[in-house]
C-alpha cells in the first residue's frame, strides 16, 4: 500500500492551496480517507475526515472549519484536500491516512508553509 502525498509549498495568508493523496494497493473506495497536519513541537492532529464510498460525510476540525474542504475521487484512488484563506498556524507537515476499521495506512507528508 502506498500513499502519495502532494501539492505542499510555501504560500502568504489569505491565500490557497490543494493537497492531493494518491492511494495505491488497496481499494480505496472502501476506506475513511483522513488528513493530519503536525506542526514543529505539537501533536499530530486529525484536519479533515471524509466517509469510505461515495463520501458524503465529512468532518473538520474546529479550527479549519469553513475555509478547508476534503473530497475524494474513488476513480482517481485520491483524495484531496483544498484549503483557503491560509493562515499562519496552518504551517505544518500535512499527512493522509487510509482508514478500515483496526488497519490503517500513512503517506510521507507534504510540507505547508503560511507566511505571514
Known amino acids: 500500500v502506498q500513499l502519495q502525498a502532494s501539492g505542499g509549498g510555501l504560500v502568504q495568508a489569505g491565500g490557497s492551496l490543494r493537497l492531493s493523496c494518491a492511494a495505491s494497493g488497496l481499494t480505496f473506495g472502501s476506506y475513511v480517507m483522513e488528513w493530519y497536519r503536525q506542526a514543529p513541537g505539537k501533536q499530530r492532529e486529525l484536519v479533515a475526515a471524509?466517509?469510505?464510498?461515495?463520501?458524503?460525510?465529512?468532518n473538520y476540525a474546529d479550527s479549519v472549519k469553513g475555509r478547508f474542504t476534503i473530497s475524494r475521487d474513488n476513480a482517481k484512488n485520491t483524495v484531496y484536500l483544498q484549503m483557503n484563506s491560509l493562515k499562519s498556524e496552518d504551517t505544518a507537515v500535512y499527512y493522509c491516512a487510509a482508514r478500515l476499521g483496526p488497519r490503517s495506512y500513512w503517506g510521507q507528508g507534504t510540507q505547508v508553509t503560511v507566511s505571514s
Open positions: 471524509v466517509t469510505s464510498g461515495s463520501g458524503i460525510y465529512t
